[in-house]
């Protein structure tokens, strides 16, 4: 069964910094491209950026650019989030999701419904003075 783990939530003020980590259990993520999602209270979730599991492509939503980084360890099994300059409106719950295929997890980031191989169960961000 292909587990993913998240970590590394937490409360955080507004302009600070979190690491978030997303491990998997059963299967090695070394061969799946991985991506962010987060939602908010009484909001849909959107996407936030994944990442290919070869070349390391990334790809980030508007919201994002700039101030979050995606990057993988493939000898730790483990993809993180490097988020910086938080905003209020970045809380929520992030979860992590492997997928074969880069594209379909752009796709999915983009808001394309999409069946992706493996979820998480995700970790709270919280954003507050």
């Known amino acids: 069964q292909l587990q993913l783990v998240e970590s590394g939530g937490g409360l955080v003020q507004p302009g600070g910094s979190l690491r978030l980590s997303c491990v998997a259990s059963g299967f090695t993520l070394n061969y799946h491209a991985v991506g962010w999602f987060r939602q908010a209270p009484g909001k849909e979730r959107e996407g936030v950026s994944c990442?290919?599991?070869?070349?390391?492509?990334?790809y980030y939503a508007d919201s994002v650019k700039g101030r979050f980084t995606i990057s993988r360890d493939n000898g730790k099994n483990t993809v993180y989030l490097q988020m910086n300059n938080l905003k209020a409106e970045d809380a929520g719950v992030y979860y992590c999701a492997a997928n074969n295929f880069f594209t379909a997890l752009v796709d999915a980031i983009k808001g394309t419904p999409v069946n992706l191989d493996a979820w998480g169960q995700g970790t709270l961000v919280t954003v507050s003075s």
């Open positions: 990442i290919s599991h070869g070349d390391q492509k990334t």
